[in-house]
């Protein structure tokens, strides 16, 4: 529910932001179209991954080495 609410309303032009912390299987960033990307760390924190231009997702995954290790 919460990937398919965040993709209609960006599509619609809103700013969203979607924080993935399930530890037991971060599933987010997959649904989104960003696994396999990285999140970046900079002056200020960590940049989040962007699946479109209104949509920010940061995800316990994109910290993990491995896929299979939550």
Not at 17 to 28: A, F, K, N, Q
Not at 60 to 70: N, T, V, W
């Amino acid at each position: 529910m919460c990937c398919q609410l965040a993709h209609t309303l960006s599509a619609r032009g809103y700013g969203v932001g979607v924080l993935d912390v399930d530890i037991c299987g971060p599933s987010v960033a997959r649904m989104l179209g960003c696994a396999g990307q990285t999140v970046h760390k900079s002056g200020s924190g960590w940049m989040p991954v962007y699946a479109n231009a209104n949509l920010s997702v940061m995800s316990i995954s994109f910290l993990l080495g491995d896929e299979d290790a939550a």
